[in-house]
């Protein structure tokens, strides 16, 4: 979870608290209290004369606003009004106003139930019926012409004095809906998306004096198709015709038809195809398959996707190898392991629910009783995995640099306190006398804690914070984080007196809490990522890896349903990581994404949220048991304490987590005081501070049935 956000959030839960619970629980829409500024009016001019009655009027854009409330009136002081709406946008624009008459307006920016100030009030004057109306000549194509897609080319006259213009395409001469609306400074477009065998009517109007003028003549074109060439034949090229000892999972090349971008591949075990066994459509020229059968024959073909006719290539044959005899893996008595796409402990399947409390290697210095407290409540709940921080680094970013009595553990480059790391011994050990076992990240992408921005810091980087490119490109940075892994793994117990390496109260490691590369090429994240899983496995090979990643992606791959979610902003998020590329690694171990509905586009709606939030966990799972891995939430949350959405959020959540068998889940997070209890609006608080006992109980219920569940 992006900690600045969870920060952020507790001085609004305390202000949510000083003003009742009544507006805490109906503040749904977000933080209302962002002050909206005066909005400056844009076009057209105050005072501007000799205005059209169909008139576009335009304004500067409010951070924050989420629509305005335009009044245009024919007195000054708008004790009637000729027009008073809401728009989302800008602009509005006004129609059908009388000729030579003087109009006021201004403009309201508003954001939920709060408003701005009103912008000044402008005025304008249109101008008199009989003014001569400026239009331009439409060139081509003629009127009714039939034109191939790649050959059309809307071009019209120049008009003097002209700004740019405005043209329109639409289905109809109504001009109702239009296909195309939008204004160039050039007299001619070249448009290639309009569909074949249809009609399509267009028009074009200069724009004088920041004003649309009249339109021209409507003429009308028909999209014709061109001519279609036959249907290549695909080459197959790998693997080779009878080839034998193939893998079951093996991967079909082809060579690349000029033109074409989709493909049909067909694969059996009759060289008919009459049922085959894999039939799909790709857009690639390569194709995996997957759980072949072993020493089977199987045949293979593949054509180009064309609507035309089928050209299939030449049929190829392969035999798959045999079954390999297998022996079972060495006994890790005592580690959770995987097995069969499964959390195996002891030779049975472990699943669980359990809690975040990334603060308790911290507060043991702090208050050691908040420390005890928690894992109190934690064993009394039944929880069994909690999620924390195994790091703290240095005193420039995050809390340290407002409060250097925090218990840093990295003081400086490669300088460790012994003291903060013996409170991690103590939390470890504490939890391990109540049957608890740890999942840690070694280090933060966000600044509190030190993370990134502490080692870009100390590596010299201009821009430190989230600056993941830096870090991972920085030879210094990497060789700190490298030999900070290296000492917490081969640390031994001050108290246990067990390496940390070899501790079964360690589920698992994390390589980094929500890493991104904003922007960059997902592979680069990846790439890195392996790099680290294979120094942190030469190092420890009985622990479980995790990237500890969110679970974005990039491109809206096809692994997602995609009509299951109402934004597809977390599928093509742009922030340089694919969740299916970073499980595929095939020293990750499970894979791991967090659910904050809210936080990834699903807010608009209770039931966007909770359609979203079957999906997401659905669709992660599945990807992960594709690779022969199992799936947790590594957090989730909704703010919004006293609110019966997240009772109904939770226990949705709670109930298909059952009913698919997720291998675990871990709440943001379960606190048993006041200490951290307004940190974040996702934290269930038992049985002091809110004392969410509505909250508390379902979620004990859903930690037994995850224990119990096998």
Known sequence: ??????????????????????????????????????????????????????????????????????????????????????????????????????????????????????????????????????????????????????????????????????????????????????VLTSTSVK?????????????????????????????????????????????????????????????????????????????HTASDFSNPVIDETVSSTSFEATNLDYLQTYYWRVQVVDESEDVWSDIRSFETKAEPVTTP???????????????????????????????????????????????????????????????????????????????????????????????????????????????MPFINYWDQLGGLCQYNTWAGASNPSTNMEFFMNNEQTQKWFRDYINMLLNRVNTVTGVAYKDEPAIFGWQIINEGRNSGADPQVLRDWYQEIAQYIKSIDSNHLLSTGEEGFDEGTPDEYSQQEYSNTYALRANEGTSFIMNTSIPEIDFGNAHWYPSDYGFGSSTENMLQAQKAWFSDHQAIAESYGKPFIIGEYGYAGWGNETVEQIYNELYAHAEATELDGNLLWQLVADGTKCWEFGGNICYPDGRADADLYQPYKEHVATMRASK
């Not at 629980?25 to 005072?47: K, R, Y």
């Not at 009655?53 to 409330?69: C, F, H, M, P, T």
């Not at 003549?217 to 000892?245: C, F, G, Q, Y």
């Not at 420390?371 to 995050?398: H, I, K, P, Q, S």
């Open 1 to 182: 979870m992006n900690t600045i956000i969870k920060y952020s959030l507790i001085i609004s839960m305390f202000a949510l608290l000083f003003w009742g619970c009544e507006s805490i629980t109906n503040n749904d829409e977000g933080d209302d209290t962002d002050t909206l500024t005066q909005p400056e009016l844009l076009t057209p001019l105050n005072e501007a004369t000799g205005q059209s009655v169909d008139i576009d009027l335009k304004w500067q854009k409010i951070r924050g606003a989420k629509e305005y409330n335009i009044q245009i009136a024919t007195i000054e002081d708008f004790s009637t009004t000729v027009i008073d709406t809401l728009v989302e946008g800008t602009s509005y624009s006004a129609t059908n106003l009388e000729y030579e008459t003087t109009y006021f307006w201004k403009v309201l920016p508003l954001k939920n139930r709060n408003s701005g100030p009103w912008s000044e009030v402008w005025s304008f004057t249109t101008g008199s019926n009989d003014a001569e109306t400026i239009t331009t000549e439409l060139l081509s194509p003629a009127d009714g012409e039939e034109v191939e897609q790649s050959d059309l080319h809307f071009e019209w006259e120049a008009v003097e004095n002209a700004e740019n213009y405005i043209y329109q395409i639409a289905a109809d001469t109504s001009f109702d809906e239009p296909v195309y609306d939008s």
């Open 191 to 267: 448009i290639s998306d309009l569909r074949s065998n249809r009609e399509y009517a267009w028009r074009v109007s200069p724009v004088l004096d920041s004003q649309k003028s009249g339109w021209s003549e409507v003429r009308t074109v028909v999209i014709v198709e061109a001519e279609t060439p036959a249907a290549p034949k695909v080459v197959l090229t790998s693997p080779e015709d009878n080839a034998t000892d193939i893998s079951t999972d093996p991967v079909f090349e082809w060579e690349e038809a000029t033109g074409y971008t989709d493909y049909q591949i067909q694969i």
């Open 329 to 439: 893996p060495p006994s890790k008595e005592g580690f959770v392991q995987v097995q069969n796409g499964d959390f195996i402990l002891n030779g049975e399947v472990f699943r669980f629910a359990g809690t975040n409390a990334y603060y308790l290697p911290n507060y043991e210095k702090i208050n050691s009783g908040v420390v005890d407290r928690a894992l109190d409540l934690f064993e009394e709940t039944g929880v069994n995995v909690v999620r924390m921080w195994g790091f703290y680094d240095g005193y420039d970013c995050g809390y340290s640099a407002q409060d250097p009595s925090e218990n840093v553990i990295q003081t400086s480059p490669g300088v460790y306190s012994e003291e903060a790391l013996q409170d991690l011994d103590r939390v470890i050990a504490k939890g391990k006398e109540k049957g608890i076992r740890f999942i």
